[in-house]
């Protein structure tokens, strides 16, 4: 299998505005924006599109880490609304089109402003209604999951040069500050299992052995999604062991 072969089997490509990285803080606070956007007018609910992180890992390829950080750009801009029904388990997402029709003017006037000799290639801003069957602004495209080969290219080679080398972050011994969180949260309902009771096993596993992690968040997903499987294992060799008693037990009665 070649290398074009494999890249069918890991997924679609994901289509963002690589011009809003600028003004939104950064190339992943436009992906995930490019994305959130895509979704807006599919939403079935008032409080915007409903995603969980792993969802929007698996179509951004934002880490959970990196999601929080870009949510927040967003927030802090008053571009993204952001509302969680704890008792649901449940985070919606909404685009606030007036806000995001005032940062892209405003970052274009602040464009306007700057001497030619420092001006950027920025195209131009313009308004646009957003969910509107045309857009008059040559500054957006339409948001599609089908991108060329040619795009895919042009995406990832503007990450590379927007990203800065991020610093190599240490692994550390268990902090008495973490706790489980929302995503946690997520990941036990979803497997049916205790969430405190596994949060107690993992921190005397870790305790006890002096395990370190670059990511205690991650650490502790992993841990979650083992005990699930494990409790699938053991459910399943539970049948299995009553069933063969139940054929003995029926051997017996016969003799």
Same mark, same amino acid.
């Given at each position: 299998?070649?290398?074009?072969?494999?890249?069918?089997?890991?997924?679609?490509?994901?289509?963002?505005?690589?011009?809003?990285?600028?003004? #939104? =803080?950064?190339?992943?606070?436009?992906?995930?924006?490019?994305?959130?956007?895509?979704?807006? *007018?599919?939403?079935?609910?008032?409080?915007?599109?409903?995603?969980?992180?792993?969802? #929007?890992?698996?179509?951004?390829?934002?880490?959970?880490?990196?999601? !929080?950080?870009?949510?927040? &750009?967003?927030? *802090?801009?008053?571009? $993204?609304?952001?509302?969680?029904?704890?008792?649901?388990?449940?985070?919606?997402? &909404?685009?606030?089109?007036?806000?995001?029709?005032?940062?892209?003017?405003? /970052?274009?006037?602040s464009i306007n402003q700057?001497p030619r000799s420092e001006?950027?290639?920025?195209?131009?801003? *313009?308004?646009?209604?957003? =969910?509107?069957?045309?857009?008059?602004?040559?500054?957006?495209?339409?948001?599609?999951?089908?991108?060329?080969?040619?795009?895919?290219?042009?995406?990832?080679?503007?990450?590379? %040069?927007?990203?800065?080398?991020? &610093?190599?972050?240490?692994?550390?011994?268990?902090?008495?500050?973490?706790?489980?969180?929302?995503?946690?949260?997520? %990941?036990?309902?979803?497997?049916?299992?205790? $969430?405190?009771?596994?949060?107690? @096993?993992?921190?005397?596993?870790?305790?006890?052995?002096? &395990?370190?992690?670059?990511?205690?968040?991650? =650490? /502790?997903?992993?841990?979650?999604?083992?005990? =699930?499987?494990?409790?699938?294992?053991?459910?399943?060799?539970? @049948?299995?062991?009553?069933? !063969?008693?139940?054929?003995? /037990?029926?051997?017996?009665?016969? $003799?």
């Amino acid at each position: 299998m070649n290398a074009v072969e494999t890249l069918t089997l890991i997924g679609r490509p994901n289509a963002y505005y690589p011009g809003l990285a600028k003004p #939104l =803080g950064g190339v992943n606070a436009a992906v995930l924006f490019s994305q959130l956007f895509y979704w807006q *007018d599919k939403a079935s609910s008032n409080l915007g599109v409903y995603k969980t992180r792993d969802e #929007l890992e698996d179509e951004t390829g934002l880490t959970h880490n990196e999601q !929080r950080t870009a949510i927040k &750009k967003l927030s *802090d801009k008053g571009i $993204l609304i952001v509302t969680e029904k704890r008792l649901d388990h449940k985070t919606f997402y &909404k685009i606030d089109n007036e806000k995001v029709n005032e940062v892209l003017a405003n /970052f274009a006037t602040s464009i306007n402003q700057t001497p030619r000799s420092e001006e950027s290639n920025c195209p131009e801003v *313009d308004n646009v209604e957003i =969910g509107a069957t045309t857009k008059s602004s040559s500054y957006y495209q339409e948001i599609t999951t089908k991108t060329t080969t040619e795009t895919t290219t042009e995406n990832t080679n503007n990450i590379v %040069i927007a990203d800065k080398p991020q &610093k190599t972050r240490k692994a550390t011994q268990l902090s008495d500050s973490f706790k489980p969180n929302e995503h946690h949260s997520e %990941i036990a309902n979803e497997l049916n299992i205790n $969430l405190n009771d596994e949060f107690i @096993k993992f921190k005397d596993y870790c305790l006890a052995n002096g &395990k370190k992690y670059v990511d205690w968040n991650a =650490g /502790f997903n992993n841990w979650l999604r083992n005990a =699930g499987k494990f409790k699938v294992s053991n459910q399943r060799n539970n @049948k299995q062991f009553m069933t !063969r008693s139940e054929r003995n /037990f029926e051997v017996m009665r016969d $003799l």
